[in-house]
């Protein structure tokens, strides 16, 4: 069964530094990945996610994220943090096995942005 | 705006009470789902459905019970509910149910407080 292990349930970062969210995984066949976010209030909204090719996706707001197969990693970043970045954001793992896809979701990193 | 929208936002209901969460989808998708948030835990997936037809129910008590009438709604049934309850109720929709890198769209959910 697959699983998905998000480091820091909260994270603080100064306006205009740099976002990083950290998100391990384990699969036992190759993984899709997804980063999903959770404004206030809201639903969840994906934001980027990775299923082949490219190892390096690019999604909405100018986040980002890496599939890292060696370090089981798919960790988000973004190169400078934005006021309106606040919210909770949930890494999650997708396999599809004899034909059915189960999506698993970590327990989410609230990103906190300081003035 | 969201594709995919949820009523009531807010719900307060009594123990005793019956109530019914309602989803509708306007993304013409197959697949719909009812997710569990509550704090400090990762999303619980309780039921799928795929063309009107229930494909995955996770251990999910008697006093929750689904309805999918068409492809475009989706009703979560209320009854006899328990304090631990309490929680916000995440309605989502896919292209399909196995198909994968499905992308998952969340309503904003409803917030239900059992008192």
């Known amino acids: 069964a697959q699983s998905v292990t998000q480091l820091g349930s909260h994270v603080s970062v100064s306006e205009g530094a740099l976002v990083l969210l950290r998100c391990n995984y384990s699969?036992?066949?190759?993984?899709?990945l997804f980063w999903y976010v959770q404004y206030p209030n809201q639903g969840l909204q994906l934001l980027l996610k990775?299923?082949?090719?490219?190892?390096l996706v690019k999604g909405i707001n100018g986040f980002e994220a890496e599939f890292k197969k060696s370090e089981t990693s798919f960790h988000l970043t973004k190169p400078s943090a934005h006021m309106s970045d606040a919210a909770e954001y949930f890494c999650?793992?997708?396999?599809?096995?004899?034909?059915?896809?189960?999506?698993?979701f970590g327990t989410g990193t609230r990103l906190t942005i300081i003035p | 705006e969201t594709g995919v929208t949820q009523t009531p936002r807010h719900l307060v209901m009594g123990m005793t009470n019956k109530k019914s969460l309602k989803c509708e989808q306007h993304?013409?998708?197959?697949?719909m789902y009812w997710y569990k948030q509550s704090a400090k835990k990762p999303l619980e997936l309780m039921f799928v459905?795929?063309?009107?037809?229930?494909?995955e129910n996770n251990s999910v008590p008697s006093r929750f019970s689904p309805e999918c009438p068409n492809s475009s709604h989706l009703f979560l049934h209320l009854h006899t509910l328990q304090p631990e309850d309490s929680a916000l109720y995440l309605c989502?929709?896919?292209?399909?149910?196995?198909?994968?890198?499905?992308?998952?769209?969340f309503g904003e959910g409803s917030w239900l407080t059992v008192v």
């Open positions: 989502a929709s896919s292209q399909e149910v196995a198909n994968s890198g499905n992308t998952i769209y």
């Open positions: 993304l013409g998708h197959n697949a």
């Open positions: 999650a793992v997708s396999v599809v096995n004899f034909g059915n896809e189960k999506l698993t």
């Open positions: 699969s036992s066949v190759p993984p899709y």
């Open positions: 459905y795929s063309l009107e037809e229930r494909v």
């Open positions: 990775y299923t082949t090719g490219a190892t």
